[in-house]
């Protein structure tokens, strides 16, 4: 089967810094806002779709071929889905304050309090908790303390 170059051209960005790899986006999946960060699609309700920036989103947690993630909208914060898995989140997210917990959650480290092991609760700074059916690793407890 042949690819067809033009398409390809038209449906990718090209994002790349001088000394970086070249990377393509679709240009429906994230954008550049005029302060220079780049913002990413999430799907809110069905066709409903509300641009965040990475520093918006607190909590990840992987749902297949989609990811469901928690997000600050001002002082509430809401549920959206974005069709991705976590490894292509994480490419796209270029702060170092996202750690993978393991392979079915991540967290934005600037919103972290704690985890209650006994209860497999995720507790975020503003006291708002999220259930944790999956085991995390000691090790990467002990990170998130840091």
Same mark, same amino acid.
């Given at each position: 089967?042949?690819?067809?170059?033009?398409?390809?051209?038209?449906?990718? !960005?090209?994002?790349?810094?001088p000394?970086?790899?070249?990377? +393509?986006?679709?240009?429906?999946?994230? #954008?550049? +806002? #005029?302060?220079?960060? !780049?913002?990413?699609?999430?799907?809110? #309700?069905?066709?409903?779709?509300?641009? *965040?920036?990475?520093? !918006?989103i607190?909590? *990840? &947690?992987? +749902?297949?071929?989609?990811?469901?993630?928690?997000?600050?909208?001002?002082?509430? &914060?809401?549920?959206?889905?974005?069709?991705?898995?976590?490894?292509?989140l994480?490419?796209?997210?270029?702060?170092?304050?996202? *750690?993978?917990?393991? #392979?079915?959650?991540?967290?934005?480290?600037?919103?972290?309090?704690?985890?209650?092991?006994? !209860? &497999? *609760?995720?507790?975020?700074?503003?006291?708002?908790?999220?259930?944790?059916?999956?085991?995390?690793?000691?090790?990467?407890?002990?990170?998130?303390?840091?």
């Open positions: 089967m042949e690819r067809n170059p033009s398409f390809i051209e038209k449906t990718l !960005e090209p994002v790349s810094q000394g970086e790899k070249n990377i +393509a986006f679709s240009n429906t999946s994230s #954008k550049v +806002a #005029k302060t220079g960060t !780049e913002l990413i699609r999430f799907e809110e #309700k069905r066709k409903s779709y509300t641009w *965040v920036q990475p520093e !918006e607190l909590f *990840v &947690k992987s +749902a297949d071929h989609y990811v469901k993630s928690l997000i600050q909208q001002g002082t509430q &914060k809401k549920w959206m889905i974005r069709h991705c898995t976590i490894k292509d994480l490419t796209i997210l270029t702060h170092d304050h996202f *750690v993978r917990l393991n #392979k079915f959650y991540m967290i934005n480290r600037n919103h972290f309090s704690y985890i209650d092991e006994n !209860e &497999k *609760v995720l507790y975020l700074d503003d006291g708002f908790s999220i259930p944790i059916s999956h085991r995390i690793s000691p090790f990467i407890i002990d990170i998130l303390k840091d």
